[in-house]
């Protein structure tokens, strides 16, 4: 009884001294969770993707470039495939027709004609790859007003939180985590009032039973001496 009665003050004492670090803490904490909860707030609102700050950026720049991006590509396809005479595809079309005449009566030119026939297969590509290029060109102000807006939100967001600006994602993570932890210890302060009435009951019950057997030893040793 003895044991119980030590062990069911132990429960009691340890609830009792958590509730009070508690309580300590309650008035730092309530000041941190309504900051958490603002930041989680307008973080939530930004609702900013994994990769978007790069996204967001590529695109400003073809954006603000348009015009250069345009004159720039087509010039480059002009001078590759476009012109009507002296173009690369032309000069090279030209040249593999003479080598591959040439490569019939001198075997040793082969591979020459091989390696142009592969320099015609990646000029190819890269024209291709050029005439992409120039279909993703958009000379749009209004998006380009929207992306840099965008850009203005994400940059004054990051600023305020000393952040970088493609952590603000993680970041918002993190606050929700912490502000999860706090709800869950305000959770685990209402719940500690029932539980230390049920610890201390048992401790009064375990009290009460070793009160008790004590009187019956007392009278028992009262009558072995009588």
């Known amino acids: 009884l003895l044991q119980a009665v030590a062990t069911a003050h132990a429960a009691w004492s340890g609830l009792q001294a958590e509730r009070e670090a508690l309580l300590e803490a309650s008035r730092e904490r309530e000041a941190r969770e309504e900051l958490l909860r603002y930041q989680v707030q307008e973080l939530a609102a930004l609702d900013l993707q994994p990769g978007e700050v790069e996204a967001l950026e590529q695109e400003h720049r073809r954006l603000a470039h348009a015009s250069h991006l345009g004159q720039g590509l087509a010039a480059a396809l002009e001078r590759l495939h476009d012109a009507d005479e002296g173009s690369a595809h032309s000069l090279l079309a030209g040249s593999l027709r003479e080598l591959r005449e040439l490569a019939g009566i001198d075997a040793a030119l082969q591979p020459a004609v091989e390696a142009l026939e592969q320099a015609g297969i990646q000029l190819a590509e890269a024209i291709s790859q050029l005439r992409d290029g ?63 009435a049920r610890r201390r009951k048992a401790l009064e019950a375990a009290a009460d039973a070793l009160g008790k057997a004590r009187q019956q030893a007392a009278g028992r040793l009262a009558e072995a001496v009588s």
């Open 134 to 196: 120039q279909g993703r060109i958009e000379d749009d102000p209004r998006r380009l007003a929207a992306v840099e807006a965008r850009m203005a939100a994400v940059r004054e967001l990051a600023r305020k939180h000393r952040s970088e600006p493609e952590a603000l994602p993680t970041l918002l993570g993190q606050l929700q985590a912490e502000l999860d932890a706090l709800d869950a210890s305000e959770e685990r302060l209402r719940s500690m009032d029932a539980e230390l």
